[in-house]
C-alpha cells in the first residue's frame, strides 16, 4: 500500500541554525500538507501545497519557513532559523485532490525536531 | 468548520466493541466527519469518513445521527493495538483543506 514517508526521524540542531525536513508524498498525490505536534499538544496545521503554490498556511508559518517541492518526488520544509520553540514532531500529509469533500490525507510517520 | 466535542478517555476491555462518541451539533449539509486516530507520537492515522449515511470499512463503522448532530465510531472488537487517541474532525469543501485537530478521546484497551 502507498505510504508518505519523511526523513530523517530525528534531527538534532542547535538554535539558530537551518534545517530542512524533507517528504515524499504518495506518488499520484496533488495536495500536500505540513502539520506539527509540540509534545502534549494538539497537531496543528502549518500549510498546505497544490500547483507548486502554497494555498493556505496559518500564523504559526511565519518567514522563517518555506516549502519547495524540489523535483517531482520530494515535498521540504525549511526552518531558516530555528529557535527552541521549534521542538516539535513534524508530519508531512498528502492528498489526492478529488472534488465533493472526498478527498483523504495520509499521514506521514513524522519527523523528531529537537533544537538545543 | 463545526466544532467537535470528545470525551478525554475512554476504556474498553480487548475483544469487546469500543464505542466512541462525537458531537458536532453545529455541523452544516456540506461537510464531512472524519475520524483520525494517532498511536503513541506516530502519524496520525486515516480511519473512516461520512457525511449522512452510515459507513463500514476493515477497520471501523461510522454512525451518523439523522440530524447528523452527533456520530459514533465503532470498532467491533478491539485490540489492545487500538489503544491510541482518536480524533473526531469535521471538514467542509473540496481540494486543499485544513485538518483541525482538538484534543480527542484517548482510548485504553484493557486485557
Known amino acids: 500500500e502507498p505510504e508518505v514517508t519523511q526523513t530523517p526521524s530525528h534531527q538534532v540542531t542547535q538554535m539558530g541554525q537551518e534545517v530542512i525536513l524533507r517528504c515524499v508524498p504518495i506518488s499520484n498525490h496533488l495536495y500536500f500538507y505540513w502539520y506539527r505536534q509540540i509534545l502534549g499538544q494538539k497537531v496543528e496545521f502549518l500549510v498546505s501545497?497544490?500547483?507548486?503554490?502554497?494555498?493556505?498556511k496559518s500564523e504559526i508559518f511565519d518567514d522563517q519557513f518555506s516549502v519547495e517541492r524540489p523535483d517531482g518526488s520530494n515535498f521540504t520544509l525549511k526552518i531558516r532559523s530555528t529557535k527552541l520553540e521549534d521542538s516539535a514532531m513534524y508530519f508531512c500529509a498528502s492528498s489526492f485532490g478529488l472534488a465533493g469533500g472526498l478527498d483523504t490525507q495520509y499521514f506521514g510517520p513524522g519527523t523528531r525536531l529537537t533544537v538545543l | 468548520d463545526a466544532k467537535t466535542t470528545q470525551p478525554p478517555s475512554m476504556d474498553c476491555a480487548e475483544g469487546r466493541a469500543a464505542n466512541l462518541p462525537c458531537n458536532h451539533s453545529t455541523i452544516s449539509g456540506n461537510e464531512y466527519v472524519y475520524w483520525y486516530r494517532q498511536i503513541h507520537s506516530q502519524g496520525p492515522q486515516y480511519i473512516i469518513h461520512g457525511l449522512k449515511n452510515n459507513e463500514t470499512n476493515e477497520m471501523a463503522s461510522l454512525i451518523i445521527t439523522e440530524d447528523r448532530k452527533s456520530s459514533t465510531l465503532i470498532l467491533p472488537h478491539a485490540t489492545l493495538r487500538d489503544t491510541a487517541v482518536y480524533y473526531c474532525?469535521?471538514?467542509?469543501?473540496?481540494?486543499?483543506?485544513?485538518?483541525?485537530f482538538g484534543k480527542g478521546t484517548k482510548l485504553s484497551v484493557i486485557p
Open positions: 501545497f497544490y500547483n507548486n503554490e502554497i494555498s493556505e
Open positions: 474532525i469535521v471538514v467542509s469543501g473540496a481540494g486543499s483543506y485544513q485538518l483541525t
